[in-house]
């Protein structure tokens, strides 16, 4: 099993987690939500896995390529 790390693409504020640790999830599952220049971003996953942490926190900036959560596959 490897931890893979789930990192933004763009800059924005944390607008919503929408997975919990623990939850297995799907490629391209959203992981989190960002609100960036008035719009809503999904930050998907690009693997199948299971959430073991989660790094982002409700209304916090996350800068692109910042780390916002560990997948293990």
Do not use: F, Y
Not at 22 to 44: F, N, R, W
């Amino acid at each position: 099993m490897a931890i893979i790390e789930i990192r933004t693409d763009v800059t924005g504020i944390v607008l919503s987690i929408d997975v919990e640790v623990g939850q297995a999830i799907e490629a391209d599952d959203a992981v989190i939500t960002l609100e960036s220049m008035k719009m809503h971003i999904p930050v998907a996953s690009s693997e199948a896995g299971r959430i073991v942490e989660i790094l982002a926190l409700p209304g916090e900036v996350a800068n692109e390529g910042d780390v916002i959560a560990k997948l293990e596959t």
